[in-house]
């Protein structure tokens, strides 16, 4: 038994310890700026969404993957909430490369949060009147961003930015959503390596622990 458990604690220590070394290989701890713009416009009865994402290095864009939630409502009058606390849900997808929008191929996944006050929607009576709103908000999230045996960014990001909801009024006089964007900067963090290390050495610890707990190999033989 004594040589089953000395093999055990071998094996856990070892996977601990290509964990660490694959993660510190591929994450960096120092925080990076991030920027962009998520918008949304009307397509008929369907809402066209476009994220757009900008790191030091490189820029991404994905089309009509993320939608909003709770979202905003697309038919709507005097007196309706207008809520700026939305969120993407997790989304998926592939941005292309684009010379000319300076973007790049790669594949996207993550989940992206805004949170801001609620406004309310203010129609006047005037012919093809409208309304404007623009808040600020607090964003947040996580983003996983690779090209093929690459990974371009693995990690959490936060930061500031500004809200924007147009309500427009058509000839019949009903208002409808006309569009809205949020325009966001902040820092994009890679999971710190020292957290890994900590978690290896905790769990080569009990191991250890176990290994030297008395009576413990008596009461296995038992």
Not at 12 to 24: D, E, F, N, P, S
Not at 50 to 65: G, I, K, N, R
Not at 202 to 213: I, S
Request: aromatic share 10%; with cysteine.
């Amino acid at each position: 038994m004594r040589t089953r458990l000395n093999w055990s604690m071998r094996g856990v220590l070892a996977l601990v310890g290509a964990v660490v070394v694959l993660h510190a290989g591929r994450a960096s701890a120092d925080p990076v700026t991030v920027s962009g713009f998520l918008e949304g416009q009307p397509r008929f009865a369907h809402l066209l969404e476009d994220l757009w994402l900008t790191f030091p290095d490189f820029t991404v864009v994905v089309s009509d993957v993320t939608h909003l939630i709770p979202g905003f409502c697309f038919e709507c009058g005097t007196g309706a909430p207008v809520p700026f606390t939305q969120s993407t849900g997790s989304f998926s997808g592939h941005s292309f490369a684009n010379p000319g929008l300076h973007t790049i191929d790669a594949d996207i996944s993550g989940s992206l949060s805004f949170v801001g006050p609620t406004d309310t929607l203010d129609i006047s009576q005037e012919p093809f009147a409208g309304d404007f709103l623009s808040e600020a908000v607090q964003w947040s999230g996580w983003l996983t961003i690779t090209q093929p045996n690459r990974v371009l960014f693995n990690g959490t990001v936060r930061g500031s930015g500004v809200g924007s909801v147009n309500y427009e009024t058509n000839p019949t006089g009903s208002t409808r959503l006309g569009g809205y964007q949020y325009v966001f900067n902040g820092v994009a963090e890679t999971p710190e390596p020292a957290s890994m290390i900590l978690l290896g050495t905790g769990v080569a610890w009990l191991v250890v622990r176990r290994r030297k707990t008395p009576g413990l190999e008596s009461h296995k033989s038992a």
